[in-house]
């Protein structure tokens, strides 16, 4: 089955500056790659997502890349604000799978 | 729209108790799901369900049971409580199955096994 896995699992980063977390996958059928983001006693929401056929997609102060030949994605964060504070998941879907399978998550702080 | 609900919020079982988590949809999706979540295990799938009468197994499905008799409702059984099942658990739904479109969780309920 899938295996998706997040580096670092902790960021720490100066407002303003910009936070990159990185996402790995294993299966290269994999097609549709979301992020989540969970604040402290929330459930978790969608803030981006890529398909397969797409190498970056922009929204505002986030971006995602993904590179299909090294089987990773990261999410890019620009000018980073205390409010961005929060664990950050990604996920993974096979094409022919309805799952999502999700990686441990990363928690980013956001130092004013 | 409600979009997904959960109930209870909170919940605290002795051991070798049974119960069931509550969940519920209004936004007519076919694909719902739930997950547990563990301080530093992400969000691992329990079991999963792509349209009324049907439901599969996902990565730690031991010690839970799904129905889905409605597209509505997809509630969770705990046949027999054990600690290790202290979690976080939320359901999620999507509006298609197998294309990839987001997932909208529940606010989740904090099961505590004593």
């Known amino acids: 089955g899938e295996n998706v896995e997040q580096h670092p699992s902790t960021l720490s980063v100066q407002e303003g500056d910009s936070a990159v977390i990185k996402c790995t996958y294993s299966?290269?059928?994999?097609?549709?790659f979301p992020w989540y983001k969970q604040e402290l006693g929330k459930r978790p929401q969608l803030i981006i997502d890529?398909?397969?056929?797409?190498g970056e997609k922009k929204d505002q102060r986030i971006a995602v890349t993904l590179n299909k030949t090294a089987k990773h994605f990261s999410l890019h964060i620009t000018e980073t604000q205390p409010e961005d504070s929060a664990v950050y998941f990604c996920a993974a879907k096979t094409g022919a799978n309805s799952k999502l399978t999700f990686g441990k998550g990363i928690t980013l702080s956001v130092r004013p | 729209n409600a979009g997904v609900t959960q109930t209870p919020k909170f919940q605290v079982l002795k051991t070798g108790q049974s119960m069931t988590l509550q969940c519920a949809q209004d936004?007519?999706?076919?694909?719902m799901s739930w997950y547990r979540q563990d301080p530093g295990m992400g969000l691992r799938l329990i079991h999963y369900s792509v349209g009324a009468g049907i439901t599969d197994q996902g990565e730690v499905p031991n010690g839970y049971n799904v129905s889905r008799s409605t597209t509505e409702d997809f509630p969770l059984r705990l046949l027999s409580a054990a600690p290790s099942q202290t979690s976080v658990y939320f359901c999620?739904?999507?509006?298609?199955?197998?294309?990839?479109?987001?997932?909208?969780f529940g606010p989740g309920t904090r099961l505590t096994v004593t």
């Open positions: 890529i398909r397969s056929n797409v």
């Open positions: 299966d290269s059928a994999s097609n549709y």
């Open positions: 999620a739904s999507s509006s298609d199955v197998y294309d990839g479109y987001e997932q909208y």
């Open positions: 936004m007519n999706h076919e694909y």
